[in-house]
């Protein structure tokens, strides 16, 4: 009897472990790489695909989008979707070596983040801005050129202001400014603005919208929110490190659009597409995009456009 049981035990433990093997087999790992602007919509992006999806897992490692894209070029990593606030990012650091195609998918703006604790946040508006965060009592934050979008692009605000209004060496002057506080990515320095430690912050419109910060919109010739202004946002530059050590790129300004592509080392490129047609889906993916304060966009340069999975080509506007 005693052997009869002891059978019938090591049975059901065969058999659960065999199920737990068979699980773990069934299962489709997707591993993402996305700009930390990205954050809040893409949680609740890939937990909404997981319902539909339930065999697919999502594993999602958030950086600056130079950063995460180096994950790719220098480190090797292994990545099923790079997702980047800026397609350019995937132009001139993936394409062709490491991607095929570049397709943008969102857009977004540049705006003055500051919470009801900031300094002179009851002085600040969209025509004073740039006099406040001169100010020496006034503590900044931005991002990384080298590592994120947001801290180039904070470069191109501050430069396009001075050209804009007219104001010899206001760049330099706010670049060079006391009291900066620089993180790898903008979305570090979410908590140093809440616990007060800066008053100010460079940062997507979207960002603020969902951690709920008051901010300063500003104008369309400065925000590079409008591809109508392409002209005038490319004519301010920065040089940011390159894919190999010691090498500079020139980034010129330009409208704010996220781009994605499926890099070539993709170990699941079939879910990685399944994933990106959730995502600008405008009743799924899309519809969150819009929720988090971005807007959705479907578009593709004539060097990708050839090169597009079928069911990202059908959506190009």
């Given amino acids: 009897m005693k052997n009869v049981s002891k059978y019938l035990l ?8 065999f199920s737990c093997n068979e699980d773990k087999k069934s299962e489709h790992k997707l591993i993402i790489f ?3 602007s990205l954050s809040v919509p893409f949680k609740e ?3 909404e695909f997981e319902k539909e999806n339930p065999d697919v897992k999502i594993y999602a490692e958030s950086s600056g989008s130079l950063d995460a894209a180096r994950k790719i070029t220098d480190l090797k990593k292994e990545c099923d979707i790079l997702a980047v606030a800026d397609f350019l990012v995937i132009d001139k650091l993936m394409i062709p070596d490491f991607a095929d195609w570049n397709y943008a998918f969102a857009s977004n703006e540049i705006v003055i983040a500051y919470t009801e604790n900031s300094k002179k946040s009851d002085e600040i508006n969209s025509e004073n801005w740039y006099e406040i965060l001169l100010q020496d009592d006034i503590f900044l934050g931005r991002s990384e050129p080298n590592a994120d979008p947001c ?4 470069v191109f605000v501050f430069k396009l202001t001075e050209n804009h209004l007219n104001i010899p060496n206001l760049a330099d002057n706010l670049l060079n400014k006391n009291n900066t506080v620089i993180r790898p990515k903008e979305v570090d320095l979410l908590a140093v603005l809440e616990t007060g430690n800066i008053d100010y912050l460079i940062i997507y419109k979207s960002v603020a919208i969902q951690h709920n910060l008051k901010f300063i919109e500003l104008p369309d010739e400065i925000n590079l929110s409008n591809p109508q202004f392409d002209e005038l946002y490319n004519s301010v ?8 050590p010691g090498e500079k790129n020139e980034i010129s300004g330009s409208a704010i659009l ?3 592509t499926v890099p070539n080392n993709s170990p699941n490129p079939d879910v990685a597409l399944k994933f990106l047609e959730f995502l600008t889906n405008t009743e799924k993916g899309g519809k969150i995009l819009i929720q988090q304060g971005m807007g959705v966009v479907n578009y593709c340069d004539s060097n990708s456009t050839n090169l597009l999975p079928e069911s990202l080509k059908n ?3």
């Fill in 10 to 17: 090591l049975t059901v433990i065969c058999f659960l472990m």
């Fill in 34 to 36: 996305h700009a930390g």
């Fill in 45 to 47: 992006i890939a937990a």
């Fill in 151 to 154: 801290g180039y692009r904070a």
């Fill in 237 to 244: 530059s920065i040089m940011v490190d390159g894919s190999v």
């Fill in 258 to 260: 996220y781009g994605f």
């Fill in 315 to 317: 959506k190009i506007n």
